[in-house]
């Protein structure tokens, strides 16, 4: 008789500051959770399989797993793309836009997140 085996729950942290990173990925691996972590947005979308403006995964080698996220975590204000637009991406993306994303922020600048950003995030 074949026992199917459970996947841990897998968060995507993405966060360009090292301690912030760090710290989520403790705290979700004391909960069991399997946690990846990449300082970047692009980062982000490359472990996905999104590479560039294309909206189906990078094809995987026959030797590697597909990769199932089922959170994503990241911070507001990253440079280059910052977490808004790695939402949108994600969004944008038949083969993403399922996951959860969660946008976190250790800045307490409300002016930095503008209007059209608020409404987005409240339409997802």
């Given at each position: 008789?074949?026992?199917?085996?459970?996947?841990?729950?897998?968060?995507?942290?993405?966060?360009?500051?090292?301690?912030?990173?760090?710290?989520?990925?403790?705290?979700?691996?004391?909960?069991?959770?399997?946690?990846?972590?990449?300082?970047?947005?692009?980062?982000?979308?490359?472990?996905?399989?999104?590479?560039?403006?294309e909206d189906?995964?990078?094809?995987?080698?026959?030797?590697?797993?597909?990769?199932?996220?089922?959170?994503?975590?990241?911070?507001?204000?990253?440079?280059?793309?910052?977490?808004?637009?790695?939402?949108?991406?994600?969004?944008?993306?038949?083969?993403?836009?399922?996951?959860?994303?969660?946008?976190?922020?250790?800045?307490?600048?409300?002016?930095?997140?503008n209007s059209?950003?608020?409404?987005?995030?409240?339409?997802?």
């Amino acid at each position: 008789m074949a026992v199917a085996i459970e996947a841990p729950f897998h968060v995507l942290a993405v966060d360009d500051s090292l301690p912030d990173r760090k710290l989520i990925e403790r705290l979700l691996k004391t909960s069991s959770f399997q946690v990846t972590t990449v300082d970047s947005g692009s980062k982000a979308l490359e472990f996905l399989g999104l590479h560039g403006q294309e909206d189906s995964p990078i094809s995987v080698q026959a030797d590697q797993q597909e990769v199932a996220v089922n959170l994503i975590i990241t911070d507001y204000c990253m440079p280059g793309m910052t977490g808004y637009d790695l939402l949108k991406k994600i969004k944008e993306s038949s083969y993403l836009r399922d996951i959860p994303v969660v946008i976190m922020s250790s800045e307490n600048i409300p002016s930095r997140i503008n209007s059209s950003t608020l409404k987005f995030l409240l339409k997802c």
